[in-house]
């Protein structure tokens, strides 16, 4: 006997499985739509048509934040900037776009924006880590190590696993002379991102002031190796070679890095005294003399250039200018004592403001004018009213008249 199909009964199934699709697909759409998602929502859109709902909602606070945001991370400072204010005005108490809006002004020098709207951030939001990693960030710029250290160890608290974090604690620690902190803050951050060259070239500087020079020189060449056209890197190994010199090898590979800073840059401003200190070690006197010259025109900041002109000078018979390169190398170190010295008292005092007007006066001597205001900007923000910074302050902003 043949049977009939239920013609009747499978098209009640069929129209019933096709009113579930509609209902999921109806779902759907009113999740994709609905307030909550807007974020999501407004990411997946391209910047046209993300300006398109701005042009008809100008006061769309999450519309604004995304905006905001991708053209922080695109690098459009241009279009950033203004994008950042407006999001950060409809949106006072994001902490994601007060950190951005900070970076932003951190990295164009306007450091006094930048803190107070980092502080403010981070002060709200005392359990987010972007806004207390950017006010660490910002607190090494100025050399402000102890502060940024407290920042950095809340960010660490949060979020342990941050290798950026445990790499700043080491330069940080480095910088107030403490090589044993800095050498477990940095093997941690090795632990978290192995074999990254950044961190291994910070590790060997590290060895290095722990005394352990060989391992230390043997890490810095691994470093260099990975990072072949890192220029901060290269230039730090031959650094570090010329002034742990054990050997004929050491030139030879100083040399070696020398040659990979001037493939990636040959006007790289430490390339003249480190080619003269290279000369130096050769015994080629004269052709030492000519780098060094050069090298003061193109680092004069960096004190080793004077005592080394002074040496080559003194092996040329020129013994009046050697002195005269001795006695600037002498002055100058004498200077950064007092610097060191300031940053040790900060190190205990972090709001002693003696002893940023001890930096910023040794700066300015020195002519480091950049130095100087960072360090009266310091000062200011713990004692706002005080007048000698003030007039310090306002000194080095006016600008100087060209010479003719």
Known sequence: MTITPDKPRTGRAASFVILIFLAIGALTVIWWYRPGNSEKRYESMSRVALEQVLEREQNNKVAWKVFALRMAQDGAAGSAEPALIKAHQLNPADAALATGLGELWMSQGRIPEAFQVLKQAALAHPNSVAPHRALGRLYMKRASYQHAMDELALVVKLDPKADDAWYSMAISSLQMQKAADANSQIEKALSLS??????????????????????????????????????????????????????????????????????????????????????????????????????????????????????????????????????MYENRTAIHRKIDQARASLADNPKDVTAYMKMADSYMILGDRVSAISAIKSGLEIEPAHAVLKRWLQTLDTPQPVRQ
């Open 194 to 327: 192995q074999g990254n060259p950044q961190y291994m070239a910070v590790h060997g500087s590290i060895l290095v002031a722990l005394g352990r020079v060989d391992e230390g020189i043997t890490t810095r060449i691994e470093a260099a190796k990975r990072a072949p056209k890192d220029i901060k890197i290269q230039s730090g190994l031959v650094n570090l070679l010329l002034e742990q010199h054990r050997s004929d090898a050491d030139t030879t590979t100083a040399e070696e890095a020398i040659a990979r800073i001037e493939q990636v840059s040959t006007d790289y401003p430490l390339l003249p005294y480190q080619r003269g200190k290279v000369e130096m070690l050769r015994g080629h006197w004269d052709a030492a003399e000519r780098y060094l010259r050069k090298a003061i025109e193109s680092s004069p900041q960096q004190d080793e250039i004077y005592f080394a002109l002074g040496q080559t000078e003194r092996h040329l018979g020129n013994a009046a200018a050697s002195a005269q390169m001795m006695k």
